[in-house]
C-alpha cells in the first residue's frame, strides 16, 4: 500500500542507490529515492514523500519526493514546466509564452553555444579569447561593418 510520509533525514548522495530516511505511519525507515527518466533531484528534509513497498516489503521501500507545501511552484499553465532549487530560489522555467528563463545569481553554459536571433543583453560583459563575428556591430561610437 503507498503511504505518505515526510523525509527526516536528506540523501548524502553516494553509493548505487541514493537513500534517504523517511517518517511514516509513527515509524522511520531507510528508502530508496526514484528518479524519473534522468531527472534527478535531492529533496530537502520536511519534503512530503510518497512511501512504496517493493512487493509489500516493508523492509524494500521506494519514495518519491514531493516539495514541502510552503516551496511549492505555483501558477503553472497546462503544459508549462519549472524548476526550482528549494535552497537558493534558483528557477529554471519554460512558460506558456514561448520563453524559457533561467533566474539565479551566476549561470554558467559549457560547450559550444548558438544563439539563433536577436540577443538583448542589460549589463556589462567581459570577454576573454578570441572573438569572431560578421555582419553589422553598433557600439557607442557607430555601425561598424565586419
Given at each position: 500500500m503507498i503511504?505518505?510520509?515526510e523525509l527526516i533525514q536528506e540523501s548524502n548522495d553516494k553509493g548505487p542507490h541514493r537513500l534517504v530516511r523517511v517518517a511514516y505511519d509513527g515509524d522511520e525507515k531507510d528508502a530508496q529515492l526514484v528518479d524519473f527518466g534522468g531527472v534527478v533531484s535531492a529533496p530537502i528534509k520536511g519534503a512530503q514523500m510518497l512511501i512504496i513497498p517493493a512487493d509489500g516489503d516493508e523492509g524494500k521501500l521506494y519514495?518519491?519526493?514531493l516539495a514541502?507545501?510552503?516551496d511549492r511552484v505555483d501558477g503553472?499553465?497546462?503544459g508549462e514546466n519549472r524548476a526550482k532549487n528549494l535552497k537558493t530560489g534558483a528557477?529554471?522555467?519554460q512558460t506558456?509564452?514561448?520563453s524559457t528563463n533561467i533566474s539565479d545569481e551566476n549561470i554558467t553554459l559549457t560547450g559550444n553555444?548558438?544563439?539563433t536571433g536577436p540577443v538583448t543583453i542589460k549589463g556589462d560583459i567581459t570577454h576573454e579569447g578570441d572573438m569572431s563575428t560578421s555582419g553589422t556591430h553598433t557600439d557607442s561610437i557607430g555601425r561598424h561593418d565586419a
Open positions: 503511504r505518505t510520509g519514495a518519491i519526493a514541502p507545501p510552503a503553472n499553465k497546462p528557477l529554471f522555467e506558456d509564452g514561448k553555444i548558438t544563439l
